[in-house]
């Protein structure tokens, strides 16, 4: 009898438990109860599957696909979830932008910073939030939002129709820059 309990531990122990099906189940509810599963025994070894997931048709799969992941590490990963920033579904994004504040990472930042200005209501406080989280300060991103303004005016002006140019230079005369 023992024996028997042996076995079935080490077999839930080593994904003989029905997960890897679960996971490409083609009910959307199965994956995100499975995805829940992982993130609560903070299991990785399927993880390259759990990335997958970020990119399913089901919303409700890519956030819990999110959510598994937990505090990510490595390339692999925080590109998969830097892409899911310009996910359609804002729980995605949102998901993206707080798994991103627990990474630390410079790739990160910089990813997070180049939606601040294009953002919004709650997305743009969560990138606030996420961006003092890797070390930025408020006043850091204000003067990082400027230098990015200052930058696209210049960008206008090199490009730019003539009336675009005379609207890009009154705007640089009002920054006094």
């Known amino acids: 009898m023992l024996w028997v309990t ?9 994904g003989c438990d029905g997960t890897a099906k679960d ?3 083609a009910d959307p509810l199965r994956r995100v109860e499975t995805l829940r599963r992982l993130q609560q025994r903070q299991d ?4 390259k599957r ?16 999110l ?17 899911r920033l310009g996910d359609e579904d804002l729980g995605v994004r949102l998901g993206a932008v707080r798994l991103l504040a627990k990474t630390q990472s410079k790739g990160a930042r910089a990813a997070l910073l180049q939606l601040r200005l294009n953002s919004s ?3 743009a406080v969560e990138l606030g939030k ?22 696209r005016q210049f960008e206008l002006l090199a490009r730019g129709s003539e009336e675009v140019r005379i609207q890009a230079v009154e705007m640089l005369a009002l920054n006094e820059r």
Do not use: Y
Not at 130 to 151: C, F, I, K, N, Y
């Open 67 to 83: 959510a598994a992941l937990g505090p990510i590490g490595g390339n692999e990963n925080l590109s998969a979830v830097i892409d």
């Open 130 to 151: 996420a961006l003092t989280a890797l070390g930025m300060s408020p006043v850091e991103q204000r003067e990082a939002d400027a230098d990015s303004l200052w930058a």
């Open 6 to 14: 042996s076995i079935l531990f080490l077999a839930g122990n080593f």
């Open 121 to 123: 209501g709650l997305f």
């Open 44 to 47: 990785r070894a399927h993880e």
């Open 23 to 25: 996971l490409n189940s």
């Open 50 to 65: 759990v990335l997958e997931l970020l990119k399913d048709s089901s919303p409700r799969v890519r956030r819990a696909a």
